[in-house]
């Protein structure tokens, strides 16, 4: 049973480490000035580039979800927390 729990927190290590491998990899495309955030528009554009264009409601409800320091903007942990929202 110790061994499960091992490679079961080993596997979830490993998912996260992709999660955030692919969330950085997409901020990075859609940061083209490097600037370290990323605005509304820039959102919904990635958003309609994967598949999911999102609405202008939904795209307020995405930011207003992803944005936690209310800065109208998604750094990256933010952006790390809330692609789920993006895609």
């Excluded at 080993?10 to 955030?37: I, P, R, W």
């Excluded at 307020?60 to 809330?82: I, P, R, T």
């Amino acid at each position: 049973a110790l061994l499960r729990a091992s490679l079961s927190q080993q596997k979830e290590a490993l998912l996260m480490k992709q999660h955030e491998s692919l969330a950085t990899q997409l901020f990075q495309k859609v940061d083209t000035d490097g600037g370290g955030n990323i605005e509304a528009e820039e959102v919904a554009a990635l958003s309609a580039r994967l598949g999911n264009p999102l609405t202008k409601t939904q795209l307020k409800e995405a930011m207003d979800e992803m944005d936690a320091d209310g800065s109208g903007e998604v750094d990256l942990q933010e952006f790390q927390v809330g692609l789920p929202y993006v895609c």
